[in-house]
């Protein structure tokens, strides 16, 4: 690479971080952001997406196509950091999770969210057969409809995922489903608050809340983004490593990127020697399972005390920010806009679907705190594990119930099996037809429905009760 080609990328970080900026000012100002909890990604993205030239053409801010098109790419490339951040720091046969969170609420959290992810993937696959009979025209690709589960369950990260095993695929319309998983995340986590904030608001006034007694009563801070009282402020994360040898961030990014490069030495090496079956997997696939075997090792040597997950989980946060800014503010509106009527049928059948089975699945198989649960779980199918958070932290300021221990564990769960099922499911639906994956789909549902039946009728440990709820 070029001295031109690197200042050029220099130049596109720089353009997303002031859109990052922006967004952050904008979250902070404006009321209806503030509502709406909308990521600074997110606000910033559109703020580059409506202004520049990918609307607008030669009126809008003339942002050089290089500059698109190296935002097109980013999100394939740095998801592959976030999704390898994932193992590191696991601890094996340890006691870290202790015997009042392994509990069969956590089977059925994580019942629920694959119930409610697989019931969206339903929900694409219908409307895309359905949109084939009637609007044969539109011709619409073969894997469409399954940018509803990602976009939604996944959230704006996922349309990375997408974009970037698409392309490794060599499929043509990599960019284009990239931003159709764009598009449904971003109602999806707009919707979902919008929805969820009103549940919140009906359930308190109703009496249906364990805790929240003040419908609306939300704290400013939260919804601005950013904290004023210096004695609330919270810490990035310990310091593992004395400055005058290595940051501690620069020690976990190095650990971070030298597991993705082994990932893509194995990747390369499999496409070069044309290893069958291997060839095919995505390189963020590849960098998860090295680093579950870097982190083994670290672990095995006794330093695991070295990694830190709250420095862990900045540098993945750091990652996903700037992809999803990259990723709207690149969005093939134009070409994506021929797909608005499948893609607004899905978002509002999924918008149904998602609260109904949610809310349903939760006051059918909880004892305790159903709401909240199922607030968390709301916010999370139709956003990212943040928005659940949001949602939960609403009805639960505090975090006095004994649901947010459920529902990380649970969540975690569910976002390893969602990245293995991926490529088996992108490949059903590129080589066999609807009925199979109509099956396969129906499959998976009615198995996370039976273990949700399962850890209720018959798996039941004892509860344990914590100061802030009573079973009701």
Known sequence: MSSSSLTQLMYCFCVLSVLLLMGTYLRGAVPFFRKLFLPA????????????PVIWGDWGIPFPKEWISTWSSLPGILIVPVVASVPLGMKFGGSQVSAGRTSANIVKMFGVLMAVCTAQML??????????????????????????????????????VIGSFYKGLDLPYWE?????????????????????????????????????????????????????????????????????????????????????GIAYIIMNAAKFHKIPGLMQIPIWAYSILVMFGVNFVIQKMGIGILIDNKTKSRISGVCSDYAITAAIASMPVHAIMQYISPILAMVIAGYVVTYSLTMFLCRKFFSNCRFERGMAILGSSTGVFLTGLMLLKICDPDYELPVLNDYSVGFSFTSVLNFVLLPITVNLLLHYGFMTNLAY????????????????????????????????
């Open 41 to 52: 990604s997110v606000i910033g993205g559109f703020i580059g997406l409506l202004a520049g």
């Open 123 to 160: 929900i694409g696959l219908c409307v895309r057969e359905l949109f084939t009979i009637i609007k044969p025209e539109l011709g619409l690709y073969a894997p469409f409809g399954f940018e509803l589960s990602q976009g939604f369950s996944g959230g704006h990260g996922t349309a990375g």
């Open 176 to 260: 284009i489903a990239q931003g159709v998983t764009t598009t449904t995340a971003t109602f999806g986590i707009i919707g979902g608050m919008v929805i969820g904030i009103i549940a919140i608001n009906i359930a308190a006034r109703k009496g249906k809340t364990e805790i929240l007694k003040k419908p609306g009563d939300i704290p400013l801070d939260m919804g601005k983004g950013f904290q004023t009282d210096a004695g609330k402020q919270k810490s990035l994360g310990q310091e593992t490593t004395y400055n005058s040898s290595i940051e501690s961030i620069s020690f976990h990014m190095s650990i971070i990127l030298a597991g993705c």
């Open 441 to 472: 789909q129906f499959g998976i549902f009615s198995a996370a429905c039976a273990l949700i039946a399962f850890a209720h009728y018959i798996v039941k440990p004892g509860e344990i009760k914590e100061p802030g709820w009573q079973q009701k």
